[in-house]
């Protein structure tokens, strides 16, 4: 099997249903002739020319605006914003017209269309090249949000989610675009959406995490591990609709449960997973269910490395939870 | 040795030559220092187009206002940043103009009325319109000019900025910096016009268009549409054709652009067109001199830069909300 990076798997994805289903076009800002700032489009734009790899100027809400019209008719766009900061433009796209067109149309019309984009820190790239925007998505009814943490995952879930009938962001996280390798079959394959993955088995505590925490959540648990602390990490790939059931099964288990998320910790998703966690297994809790996220400040320059939630920030919730 | 006095011009162009001399020599030390990694992140510089932000702040009153994109070094150090509270941000350090917590699109000094860098394309032109308008309610009879990129022209807010100038007659100019290129895209692929200052028409706002050569000639150009800001308080889009010598960012390969290009632009570069017209007049060694000041102040900005102290995670919070908040 090849070996991949994120950004090669993601390529390959986007390659294979362009040739499988002449309905799929991808547009955005120097996606065609360049290939898109992390290459991520190369070569397509050579192997199914500009009426399918379109370059667009600069305007997020002429991208997805027409992409959604395109997907009215017949189309299955797959619009790329350079990165998620800037898909704010775009919002009210996003929100006003894309997320509510089935519902709106009576289910006539699914508008169903792929919005990939870069997102998450550790680029130094400051506060409109970092941000982690998935929660402003969830709680837009209508939207289903994805965010792969491999290579065999993009691969896989950005053909689900292509296949998926409802409209679905794809976020990609850009500090492991080319960190993250491993091996990706060549030709078709699906992981599903709405699945989540336990990444590393344990007993005492559950981690809920995703993007490219789920690195920084592992390294905390080995480190645990040696303290005696064994965490169950689970990998939510699909952040919206969740595997809740998946959580549920590890929290009735370890009683315990700390979600780790790049975001702001008010109202991120975390904050949604804990509200379900009490809901659905309240009686199991042993510990306070914790959160270690960004901080509640725009997304900074300089101390990025302070408002991450890496490892040094993880462990210590991990002992702490275990030891509650 | 006897020299003809100096016209006014001769004193104007020898002042805005040290203006953009300053600007191109800190710009050349922030790559060497992003190249070192002492600045992270996305670094976007003004090298080539200097005429363009020095000649038309020239123009300007110290209390006028100026706001423009992330290629805003130029325009801050234009408008009287000192070189070391510019590259002190860049280095992400707390004697920053944003206390570090910003860096290079983030460019912002109250005391010169510099209204910041702006990393989301056009979000800051409404900005523009609406502190043009507080001016006009104010009465100070402040201009302000704003600046961006002939990408921005393709986005909603540009649109949205310049219907409600010219609806409210502001004092304001919109000044695009055409440098042909939009990232990797060509002014071609993104426009289906050549003239940019045609968007004006639509919203039967006055126009102006020409060549950043010559940094006088950019001083006496915006200079007129400043004059209309502020005594008829009429809205102006002036198209500035210039060029990058650069990539878009320090992370750009620039690919879209044959070498011979970038050759033929550079011999054009207004910097070196001022210097050797100052040469003919004054002669090398006076020209030799200020250029050793500049690289002075240049290597001191730079060592301060370097040597500062890194802001402390406690200006997280009081940099984001006034009081308390909930935890
Ligand atoms: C809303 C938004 N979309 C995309 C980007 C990414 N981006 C930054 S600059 C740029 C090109 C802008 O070109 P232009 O306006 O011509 O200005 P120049 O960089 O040439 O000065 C793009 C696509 C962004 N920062 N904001």
Redesign the pocket.
């Known amino acids: 099997m090849p070996q991949m990076n994120m950004v090669q798997a993601i390529n390959d994805a986007l390659r294979l249903e362009m040739k499988r289903d002449d309905r799929v076009v991808v547009l955005g ?1 120097d996606v065609g002739k360049v290939g898109g700032v992390f290459r991520v489009t190369a070569g397509l734009y050579d192997e199914f020319g500009e009426d399918r790899v379109i370059d667009t100027p ?1 305007s ?1 809400g002429g991208i997805i605006g027409t992409a959604i019209g395109m997907a009215l008719y017949g189309l299955l766009p797959i619009p790329e914003i ?2 998620g900061d ?1 898909i704010f ?1 775009a919002y009210d796209q996003i929100v006003s017209e894309l997320a509510k067109f089935r519902y709106r149309s009576g289910g006539e019309y699914p508008s169903k269309l792929v919005i990939r984009t870069p997102v998450g820190g550790g680029i130094r790239g400051g506060h ?1 090249h970092s941000q982690s925007p998935e929660s402003q998505f969830i709680h837009v009814a209508g939207l289903k949000v994805v965010c792969p943490t491999n290579p065999y995952d993009a691969k896989g879930l950005l053909l689900a989610s292509i296949r998926d009938p409802d409209p679905v962001l794809f976020f990609e996280p850009k500090r492991i675009y080319r960190a993250a390798k491993g091996e990706v079959p060549e030709g078709d394959y699906t992981v599903p959406l709405s699945k989540a993955a336990v990444v590393r088995p344990g007993k005492h505590l559950t981690v809920v995490t995703w993007g490219a925490m789920l690195y920084e959540a592992l390294d905390a648990a080995n480190q645990a591990a040696q303290k005696g602390i064994e965490a169950e990490v689970i990998d939510l790939r699909t952040l919206w609709p969740l595997d809740i059931d998946t959580i549920v099964e590890s929290v009735k288990k370890t009683g315990r449960v700390v979600v780790v998320h790049e975001a702001p910790k008010t109202c991120g998703l975390g904050s949604e997973v804990v509200a379900l966690i009490n809901e659905k297994c309240f009686l199991h809790l042993e510990a306070p269910p914790a959160r270690v996220c960004g901080f509640d400040t725009p997304f900074p320059y300089t101390l990025e490395m302070e408002y991450l939630p890496l490892a040094h920030r993880i462990l210590p919730q991990l002992v702490t939870t275990a030891q509650f | 040795m006897f020299r003809a006095p100096m016209s006014e011009d001769q004193d104007e162009l020898l002042r805005l030559y040290g203006q953009m001399q300053r600007i191109r020599r800190v710009e050349e030390e922030c790559a060497r220092a992003y190249a070192q990694g002492k600045i992270g992140g996305f670094l ?1 510089l003004y090298i080539g187009q200097e005429s363009v932000g020095v000649g038309a702040i020239a123009a300007l009153r110290p209390d006028d206002y100026v706001i423009g ?3 805003d070094h130029g325009l801050a150090m234009a408008k009287g940043m000192p070189a070391r509270a510019v590259l002190a941000e860049l280095f992400g350090k707390a004697t920053g103009c944003s206390q570090g917590l910003g860096g290079s699109m983030h460019l912002f000094d109250a005391e010169h009325h510099m209204l910041g860098g702006y ?5 800051h032109i409404p900005l523009a319109a609406g502190v043009a308008y507080a001016s006009k309610y104010q009465g100070n009879g402040r201009v302000t000019l704003c600046f ?5 022209v393709t ?1 909603g807010s540009f649109h949205e900025a310049l219907s409600l100038a010219a609806l409210w007659k502001l004092p304001i100019v919109f000044i695009c ?1 055409n ?1 042909e ?3 990797g895209t060509p002014l071609a692929r993104s426009l289906s016009l050549e003239d940019v200052s045609q968007k004006a028409l639509g919203y039967a706002m006055a126009r102006d268009r020409f060549f950043a050569r010559d940094v006088l000639e950019v001083k006496a150009r915006i200079g007129e549409a400043v004059t209309r800001a502020r005594e008829e308080s009429e809205p102006t889009l002036v198209e500035v054709r210039t060029y ?1 010598f650069r990539g ?1 960012s320090m992370s750009d390969p620039g690919k879209y652009r044959t070498p011979e290009e970038i050759e033929a632009q550079k011999k054009l570069d207004p910097l070196q067109k001022a210097r050797d017209a100052l040469v003919a007049v004054l002669g090398e060694e006076k020209l030799a001199a200020l250029d050793a000041e500049i690289e002075a102040e240049t290597a001191d900005a730079v060592k301060h830069a370097e040597e500062a102290p890194e802001p402390s995670p406690d200006i997280l919070e009081p940099t984001t909300y006034v009081g308390e908040f909930a935890r």
Request: no cysteine; net charge negative; hydrophobic share 25%.
């Open positions: 800002e600069l997020e350079q990165f800037f433009p409109y | 976007h994109t992330y290629r990393g989301i394309v056009g979000g961006f990129g002939e990408g921005s986005i910096e440098n290129y939009s990232m990058r878009h």
